[in-house]
């Protein structure tokens, strides 16, 4: 056995991660809150970054359907100037 392993084991039988584990069923329900907790904010991140891409999709599709209306609007003012300045 190399000297690493050996401090590795001597490591491991420390007193104080003996005292740790002593009560296991509360490091384990400790453990179960923590694991609920990460899940509960990855699911509260991932929906939130959802809506946030959403309302920039709409921010976006708003804008451009603006732009597409208020450039058929001109073309139909256009038209209308035209047909105004062909009538005497």
Known sequence: MARHEIKLRRQL???S???R?????ALLQRHERE???RKTNRIFMY???????????L???SYFVLKWEKEREMQKNRKTNQTEQLKP
């Open 13 to 15: 039988i420390d007193e």
């Open 17 to 19: 991660a003996l005292q």
């Open 21 to 25: 584990h002593r009560d296991y069923s």
């Open 35 to 37: 694991r609920k907790r």
């Open 47 to 57: 929906s939130f970054v959802v809506v946030v891409i959403t309302i920039l999709l």
């Open 59 to 61: 921010i976006i599709a």
